[in-house]
């Protein structure tokens, strides 16, 4: 199970095997609690607590992760949509169901267009 600590630490979230979550964007890149707006100078501060250098190609690749989950959550869009494997490894399996990864193969990929794209993104 996932800690919860913050992405900006150094005791980041960390899966059971060890890897580095990826970091919430909300926590100190919001522009004021209850703010859903993105805080480019939040983001920005928490970037550079990582030690993490952003070129121009990184921070577009950033920016645009940003607004695909941005534009998810506004929607209210977040469906299950598993990768392969990845039900198998997952704290919420029991609220998706046990075939979620299968159910998943049979959706509609036009809605789900964000979710690959932020997939691919490296």
């Not at 070129?55 to 695909?68: H, M, N, V, W």
């Not at 598993?82 to 046990?98: I, K, L, M, N, W």
């Not at 193969?105 to 932020?118: M, S």
Request: with cysteine; proline share 8%; charged share 30%.
């Amino acid at each position: 199970m996932p800690t919860a600590a913050c992405a900006g630490r150094p005791d980041a979230a960390r899966n059971d095997d060890g890897r580095q979550q990826k970091p919430p964007a909300a926590p100190q890149c919001c522009k004021g609690e209850g703010s859903d707006e993105a805080d480019a100078d939040g983001l920005r501060a928490l970037v550079a607590g990582l030690g993490v250098v952003l070129d121009a190609r990184a921070r577009r690749l950033g920016e645009r992760a940003l607004a695909i989950v941005d534009e998810a959550v506004r929607g209210g869009f977040l469906p299950p949509a598993p990768r392969e494997g990845a039900c198998g490894v997952c704290d919420y399996r029991a609220a998706c169901g046990s075939r979620e990864e299968e159910r998943a193969l049979r959706k509609d990929a036009a809605p789900l267009a964000g979710l690959a794209e932020l997939r691919g993104i490296p």
